[in-house]
């Protein structure tokens, strides 16, 4: 380990490197072009569900704030792209800033519940707005189409170019592609004096504002931002499959993004995106053999990461690589 | 002759007493030691599980498969307290969340597997079965038979807690659970015993629940919410808390399913949330 720099601009700035690992792992996710193509959709839906799990990192790894209903702000994303391409237009781009917005808004409102609240009450407000956003939802049929599913989405080309093909070629470039651009801003914000303050509420959020960050300001600013991605996560799913279900807003979607950042170790900008790989390639395979005994599984894995991996995979490796450099 | 909605009204009362002999135990294990319990339906499930086989492979009365189900329901989640539970009393919310959740999951899919996905039905002795007319209203007889138990556990929980010498170390480890270390109170002891009847009292929950919403492996996750609700609206570790909560929430439902259809669950999540908007720590809650 370096010495701690001297300066807090040095010690911001030594965080914000790139290291030769961070390359080579975004080099690294462009290998399924090549490697397996015939696996381009579930590629597709990793780079959705690793954005999702790297918004829900910001509120929860980094501000502290456990959140069941999650989901909420990746059915807003999802249902307000779908809308937008049926009402406005196809185009992408601006219909995933809409989508944004759109999520931008209905967590900026919720925020303002989130950030009187700990613990149980929390954990609970956010399991109730996520529920309740879910039945409205289901009983807004006219707009929704409830339970059957919203139909009719339809999407221009890609800048005009890349039209959304069967293998998914398309679909998980233009997901891969956002997913970075996000994932470079989260960058940036986690490296930030805001980041750190946020990291200050988690430890302990009443002395924070005796040095002079207003925890509920920030709590509310993250919870805005990270809904905002989330947003941007639904968004991705409307529109690479052109079709979005109620299943966008369920308990079991904010569920399972709580499983995978936690097995890949919350707090960690990379965590999210390995553990939702892990969860989806693992869904993958194990669906085959029983699918009914999927949740078995997650059971037993979250049962052993909090026993016996406490800051997840990456956790657990980073703690491994360290033992290894002290010998 | 009585207008229907007393009839929605009492409906409402039996189902929250349904849902209040679930969730009681789980309010004051959390009061007690803040453990966020996510598995308790798991248990009352288990109860649930063990009545039904009770009476379908060795015909044992229904009566008589309750207090089994009670006890094989607090026998297991000792168990369950003593080997996992007890080293995560001092871990953040989100590694008990993670854990007990685990635990809900494995418990669904041993259940799936061991009593397949479907239904399991009982069939209630004659004198619970049917009606009586009581000023015009139809008053089922289980119904009837559920607020009888209901009220009879609160007051058998009241009574415990207000007059025992347990009740008092029960409600000093509440209030201030430092304190009552110091006063030479077992608490870690005074925890597992509660953490057991309460688990109990969620096993006779699943058992009594069968009949009125029947019983499959998702049972564990379905009513883990409700459970959730009215323990967070009741407020932690307050009795008469989740009583009130439980009748609220009972009532909500039916009149919601009853008046306005189209809506769903959507009328209690609102309640939960308007309440705990009003008051954080929930109706009788002190923190």
Not at chain 1, 82 to 90: E, H, M
Not at chain 2, 4 to 27: K, N, T
Request: a positive charge; hydrophobic letters at 55%; proline letters at 3%.
């Amino acid at each position: 380990m370096a010495p701690p720099p001297a300066n807090p601009q040095a010690y911001l700035q030594s965080l914000s490197r790139w290291r030769p690992l961070e390359i080579a792992f975004w080099l690294a996710t462009l290998l399924p072009f090549w490697l397996f193509p015939n696996y381009l959709g579930l590629a597709n839906q990793i780079a959705v569900a690793a954005l999702f799990a790297l918004s829900l990192d910001l509120i929860l790894g980094y501000a502290g704030i456990v959140s069941l209903g999650h989901a909420a702000f990746f059915g807003v994303g999802a249902y307000t792209a779908g809308l937008f391409s049926k009402f406005v237009w196809g185009e992408v781009f601006t219909g995933l800033i809409a989508a944004a917005l759109m999520a931008a808004l209905f967590g900026y409102v919720s925020s303002f519940i989130v950030a009187r609240f700990r613990h149980l009450t929390l954990i609970m407000i956010t399991l109730g707005l996520g529920l309740l956003l879910h039945s409205a939802a289901n009983s807004a049929h006219f707009i929704t189409g409830g339970s059957d599913g919203f139909q009719g989405i339809s999407m221009w080309k890609v800048a005009g170019l890349f039209r959304f093909d069967l293998y998914g070629q398309t679909a998980y470039a233009y997901s891969l592609g956002v997913l970075f651009i996000v994932f470079l801003c989260a960058r940036r914000l986690i490296n930030s004096p805001f980041g750190l303050s946020l990291r200050g509420i988690r430890e302990n959020w009443v002395r924070m504002p005796a040095i002079g960050a207003d925890s509920r300001a920030h709590i509310r600013k993250v919870y805005t931002i990270s809904a905002a991605m989330a947003g941007i996560a639904g968004a991705l799913i409307a529109q690479t499959t052109q079709t979005v279900s109620l299943d966008a807003l369920s308990f079991e979607r904010s569920a399972d993004v709580v499983v995978m950042l936690v097995l890949g170790g919350a707090g960690r900008l990379y965590g999210g995106i390995v553990g939702a790989s892990i969860f989806l390639i693992a869904r993958d395979q194990f669906s085959g053999i029983a699918p009914q005994y999927w949740y078995f599984w997650i059971g037993v894995l979250l049962v052993m990461v909090v026993m016996l991996l406490p800051n997840g995979i990456l956790g657990g490796l980073s703690a491994l690589l360290a033992k290894w450099r002290r010998k | 002759m009585l207008p229907p909605i007393f009839g929605v009204l009492f409906d409402g009362v039996a189902y929250g007493m349904l849902l209040f002999v679930l969730s009681v135990g789980l309010s004051v294990t959390l009061g007690l030691m803040n453990f966020v319990n996510l598995a308790h339906c798991a248990f009352a499930m288990l109860g649930g599980y063990v009545t039904v086989v009770l009476m379908r492979d060795f015909n044992w009365p229904f009566f008589a498969t309750l207090p089994a189900a009670f006890f094989a329901s607090a026998v297991v989640s000792i168990i369950v307290e003593r080997t996992l539970y007890r080293r995560l009393y001092r871990a953040t919310d989100l590694d008990q969340v993670l854990l007990t959740i685990g635990l809900a999951f494995i418990s669904v899919a041993v259940a799936a597997w061991f009593f397949t996905t479907q239904q399991q039905p009982i069939t209630m002795p004659g004198y619970l079965r049917g009606s009586i007319d009581f000023f015009g209203l139809n008053i089922g007889l289980y119904r009837l038979f559920l607020v009888v138990v209901g009220i009879a556990v609160t007051i058998l929980l009241i009574v415990t807690v207000e007059h025992t010498r347990f009740g008092a170390q029960v409600r000093a480890a509440v209030d201030n659970q430092r304190m009552a270390r110091g006063l030479g109170i077992n608490v870690d002891r005074t925890f597992a015993i509660t953490f057991a009847l309460g688990s109990g009292l969620a096993g006779l929950g699943g058992a009594l629940a069968i009949e009125i919403v029947g019983l499959d492996p998702q049972f564990a996750l379905h009513y883990l919410v409700y459970v959730l609700i009215i323990v967070s609206v009741g407020g932690l570790g307050s009795i008469l808390g989740s009583f009130a909560a439980a009748c609220l929430i009972g009532i909500s439902d039916i009149a919601g399913k009853y008046y306005v259809p189209e809506l769903g669950a959507f009328l209690i999540y609102l309640v939960m949330v308007a309440v705990l908007m009003w008051r954080p720590a929930g109706l009788f809650g002190k923190r």
